[in-house]
């Protein structure tokens, strides 16, 4: 998947940064693949307050590598551990964008995973809507807590990982 988001961020024509709301799922692989394909990586992290909040445990790892990759970090007032607080998150990063590569095999929400809800916010506030799903790309299920949030929905979900 890495590689398929690189391949995608080179071939577009602008030098905009790659934007990740901080969290598990496929944030780290899309941070990776911004910063391979030669552009500078803007991270959002939770924030309670002016300081950044504590993060669920499964967020700490790809929090701290995207946070180490990226050129900026800003704070967005949210709770990472509310799954409708990420929505919002997310839909405050669609909202500062230009194009969204969505990593989603176009099925409908399942109440695990917002990438659908953030396709059609895109598409309804005239952001271009990419998706990135490789031939052969398989969900599979990979077992969270209960209070995991949604993690970026550009870049999957906890619950629902992409493989390649």
Same mark, same amino acid.
């Given at each position: 998947?890495?590689?398929?988001?690189?391949?995608?961020?080179?071939?577009? !024509?602008?030098?905009?940064?790659?934007?990740?709301?901080? !969290?598990?799922?496929?944030? /780290?692989?899309?941070?990776r693949a911004v910063?391979a394909s030669g552009?500078?990586?803007?991270?959002?992290?939770?924030?309670?307050?002016?300081?950044?909040?504590?993060?669920?445990?499964?967020?700490?790892?790809?929090?701290?590598?995207?946070?180490?990759? /990226?050129?900026?970090?800003?704070?967005?007032?949210?709770d990472p551990n509310?799954? &409708?607080?990420?929505?919002?998150?997310?839909? /405050?990063?669609?909202?500062?964008?230009?194009?969204?590569?969505?990593?989603?095999?176009? %099925?409908?929400? &399942?109440?695990? &995973?917002?990438?659908?809800?953030?396709?059609?916010?895109?598409?309804?506030? !005239?952001? /271009?809507?990419?998706?990135?799903?490789?031939? !052969?790309?398989?969900?599979?299920?990979?077992?969270? %807590?209960? %209070?995991?949030?949604?993690?970026?929905?550009?870049?999957?979900?906890?619950?629902?990982?992409? %493989?390649?």
């Amino acid at each position: 998947m890495e590689r398929e988001l690189r391949a995608r961020m080179e071939r577009l !024509g602008d030098p905009a940064p790659g934007l990740v709301r901080a !969290g598990s799922g496929l944030s /780290a692989a899309f941070g990776r693949a911004v910063r391979a394909s030669g552009r500078p990586l803007v991270v959002l992290l939770p924030a309670q307050g002016a300081v950044p909040a504590p993060m669920p445990p499964n967020d700490l790892g790809p929090a701290r590598e995207v946070t180490v990759l /990226a050129e900026e970090v800003r704070l967005l007032a949210y709770d990472p551990n509310d799954r &409708d607080a990420c929505v919002r998150a997310d839909e /405050a990063l669609v909202a500062q964008c230009g194009r969204l590569l969505a990593v989603w095999d176009g %099925s409908p929400t &399942d109440g695990r &995973d917002a990438t659908a809800h953030m396709v059609a916010f895109a598409r309804a506030r !005239g952001v /271009a809507v990419e998706v990135v799903w490789p031939v !052969g790309a398989a969900r599979r299920s990979v077992r969270a %807590s209960a %209070s995991s949030p949604v993690p970026p929905s550009a870049r999957g979900s906890r619950d629902d990982q992409r %493989s390649a």
